[in-house]
């Protein structure tokens, strides 16, 4: 049997971040199974850190990963700080750095730098292809939720985490109202978030997946009020929506939700908009006028549910998590799309990247 790896749940630095990759009950399970794990202090997340002591993990002060043992699996979420320069564990959380995305090549160069590598939670697969640990329900559910909102002039800014029970209330006293919905990839993780979202707000939602997005009406695409995209793609497609689609004079869509946020890659099937929005300013106007149309595109939406949303993930993720020292395939393929991206990019030099320290 191999080494059991010592895990290292890092804090994240993004202010509005408050879920965890690995909660309590899960943690104690790896313990019991004699995984070391050492959890950070962590200002926001939703889990207190007495909970992690309970379960047997060892705490350490937040951002000191950094200095941690080298045979470490530095475990998280979200985008890494711009420091150090050279990254020399193995990381494991978002890096949305595989399709060209802005500072991919920056992240990827550090790991090449300091020797570490990039596990990639979004490419953890099985053998045909399907991921094994992801956040999409949540993504899709709270996505949807904040159009509904959104439409009926009743979401709060800033936005601020809550349970789904207080959500779920939200969306029901308003039932109906909020015009025709359009769930692009309906039949995924995400687009079911969505389509049950949309559902207790009592609205029935057009569903659309692989075969009406192989031969797009574009019409019946624009005859919606709400549009919520959920498909994922990995290669570039013809765009759903672009700029003149949205001075089409078909059009009735007036909330756009962009769950899958690929604004920066090449494969993104949503090109009417270059930057996200956030907690602070969740809404960015596109058009303005008498056909006004809105874009909701926020990159960590399952954070607004923090407890249920980690929950559901790392009870999906925490069985794979003592086979990462072993040959279990997943990690394996996961290092090797590592591998392979540092192999075909045009890295900056290692010191291009430190400019933010």
Request: overall charge negative.
């Amino acid at each position: 049997m191999p080494d059991l790896p010592h895990l290292w749940m890092r804090h994240e630095t993004r202010a509005s971040e408050r879920r965890a990759p690995l909660v309590p009950e899960h943690a104690a399970r790896l313990v019991s199974q004699g995984v070391r794990i050492t959890v950070e202090e962590s200002p926001q997340r939703v889990f207190p850190l007495a909970e992690y002591v309970r379960a047997g993990c060892r705490t350490a002060p937040a951002g000191s990963w950094v200095d941690a043992p080298g045979d470490s699996h530095i475990l998280g979420l979200k985008e890494l700080p711009d420091a150090p320069a050279a990254l020399r564990h193995r990381h494991i959380f978002f890096g949305h750095a595989y399709k060209g995305q802005s500072r991919a090549g920056e992240l990827l160069a550090r790991f090449a730098a300091g020797g570490g590598a990039l596990l990639d939670l979004e490419y953890l697969t099985d053998d045909s292809g399907r991921r094994l640990a992801a956040f999409g329900y949540w993504a899709g559910y709270v996505g949807a939720a904040l159009a509904v909102l959104h439409r009926r002039d009743e979401l709060d800014v800033p936005l601020s985490t809550l349970g789904r029970d207080e959500l779920d209330d939200r969306l029901r006293r308003g039932a109906g109202a909020g015009g025709e919905a359009l769930v692009i990839g309906a039949l995924g993780r995400s687009g079911r978030g969505a389509c049950d979202a949309l559902e207790t707000a009592g609205l029935s939602p057009v569903r659309w997946d692989v075969a009406e997005t192989r031969d797009l009406d574009r019409e019946a695409l624009l005859g919606h009020d709400v549009l919520v995209n959920t498909v994922l793609v990995n290669r570039p497609v013809p765009p759903f929506l672009t700029p003149e689609d949205l001075d089409d004079p078909r059009r009735r869509i007036r909330v756009v939700v962009d769950v899958t946020c690929d604004v920066t890659s090449e494969c993104n099937v949503l090109p009417v908009y270059t930057s996200t929005t956030s907690w602070e300013r969740p809404v960015l106007r596109l058009r303005d006028g008498e056909r006004p149309v809105d874009l909701i595109a926020i990159d960590n939406l399952p954070s607004l549910l923090p407890s249920e949303a980690s929950h559901a993930f790392s009870a999906e993720l925490h069985p794979h998590l003592l086979d990462l020292n072993g040959d279990a395939s997943p990690w394996k393929r996961a290092l090797r799309l590592f591998e392979d991206a540092v192999g075909s990019a045009h890295l900056p030099p290692a010191e291009e990247t430190a400019h933010a320290e």
